[in-house]
């Protein structure tokens, strides 16, 4: 490993454990192991992380911003139309669930890993809070009633994520596509009726 800079081989680490924490889980990856892995001292290790868990949680916030990254870079392809930008975080999520190393939400399996950590959980909170503020910004500002539908669409992206983990079934990601369409449709209608 030819690094330089101290970004740079905090981001080694980073990366080193994100990849093998992810792949295989974080209670199954030790510190050991990732320091190999990285081609790192201990001492290094140490150096920029107190432990494990802090070192889970830098791989969790890394994996937030590349995740909100991502999403956004995807939206910028759509045409603000209806409710195109909406439903393209499903067709999103379903392009990434073919992919042969996803394993589902890296959130859901860090707080399944590490229940009493304190600081993996307000990670994993923080990225909802953002999925969920995402949709609520794509809505029409004029609709409804935007945090309730916001949250019936995060429910749907979750529970995809749930199921393309649990089944191995990407196709998931666009019954849930299917659900919040009808969800946004019906509640336009109702809209429109009263």
Known sequence: MKT???TTILDHIIDTAGAL???EGTRSVG???IIVEAGI???TMYRYFSGKDALVAA???RRHDKVMAA???GLEKVKPRRHARILALFDLLHEKAETPDFRGCAFMLAVAENESSDQVRQIARTHKKAVFELFAALLPPDWPDVPKTAAQLNLLYDGAMAQILVQRAPEAALIARTCAEMLLTFSERL???S
């Open 191 to 193: 809209e429109a009726s």
């Open 59 to 61: 791989c969790l916030q």
């Open 21 to 23: 924490f992810y792949r």
């Open 31 to 33: 510190v050991d192991r």
């Open 71 to 73: 999403l956004q870079a």
């Open 4 to 6: 330089t800079t101290a």
């Open 41 to 43: 001292a201990k001492a």
